[in-house]
Nanobody
Framework: QVRLEESGGGLVQAGGSLRLSCAASGRTFRSYGMAWFRHGPGKEREFVAGIDWLGGSTIYADAVSGRFTISRDIAKNTVYVQMNSLKPEDTAVYYC???????????????????WGQGTQVTVSS
């Protein structure tokens, strides 16, 4: 089983930046895809960005494309999301997730992921 632990959340003003980290551990996680989801107040949990651990290819939700960048550090077993030009509507609990069979639209589906972190709060003030 993959274990995930997020960090880096906090309070930031609109237009500011934050970087979230997700430390991964487990025997086989390097064959997984990794992603960030978020769950905002009054909203469903939604896909933010994903990255293939081995190949490094990335995918983004339209709402964050051009503002957020997902990356991974293989040596540190850590996935990051750099969030720039933050907006109040980005306020949410952000979750790291890992899945073994991620392709096409499956990246966007919470049911396609096998492991989840505990979440980290991001609050963007206007």
């Amino acid at each position: 089983q993959v274990r995930l632990e997020e960090s880096g959340g906090g309070l930031v003003q609109a237009g500011g930046s934050l970087r979230l980290s997700c430390a991964a551990s487990g025997r086989t996680f390097r064959s997984y895809g990794m992603a960030w989801f978020r769950h905002g107040p009054g909203k469903e949990r939604e896909f933010v960005a994903g990255i293939d651990w081995l190949g490094g290819s990335t995918i983004y939700a339209d709402a964050v494309s051009g503002r957020f960048t997902i990356s991974r550090d293989i040596a540190k077993n850590t996935v990051y999301v750099q969030m720039n030009s933050l907006k109040p509507e980005d306020t949410a609990v952000y979750y790291c997730a890992a899945g073994r069979t991620l392709y096409g639209n499956r990246w966007y589906l919470t049911a396609a992921y096998d492991s989840w972190g505990q979440g980290t709060q991001v609050t963007v003030s206007s």
